[in-house]
């Protein structure tokens, strides 16, 4: 099992930044993958941005160029620093981890707000 606690998030307005903590315990030696995800109130949960044990990154379209993905290794962190932000980013950023055998594993979520 892997648990993931989420930290950071809260309220900013247009064009401010975040920048938001996960925090990986248990089995952490089987993660190959960290990432986060994001959910609006009426959509589906989306990917925002992936890193793996290679630092290989992945980001959704909308978030390119705003948004930096990163880790430290040390201490089973990984970040996600959002700079721009847009009120369109409101949402609920879920922390994922996956393993070697593709189980995924969420945290419990923290809500971004971007006001207009």
């Known amino acids: 099992q892997v648990q993931l606690v989420e930290s950071g998030g809260g309220w900013v307005q247009a064009g401010g930044s975040l920048r938001l903590s996960c925090a990986a315990s248990?089995?952490?030696?089987?993660?190959?993958?960290m990432g986060w995800y994001r959910q609006a109130p009426g959509k589906q949960r989306e990917l925002v941005a992936t890193?793996?044990?290679?630092?290989?990154?992945n980001y959704a379209d909308s978030v390119k160029g705003r948004f930096t993905i990163s880790r430290n290794n040390a201490k089973n962190t990984v970040y996600l620093q959002m700079n721009p932000l847009k009120p369109d980013d409101t949402a609920v950023y879920y922390c994922?981890?996956?393993?070697?055998?593709?189980?995924?594993?969420w945290g419990q979520g923290t809500q971004v707000t971007v006001s207009s």
């Open positions: 994922m981890a996956r393993n070697l055998i593709r189980t995924t594993y």
């Open positions: 248990g089995s952490i030696f089987s993660i190959n993958q």
């Open positions: 890193i793996t044990v290679g630092d290989m990154t």
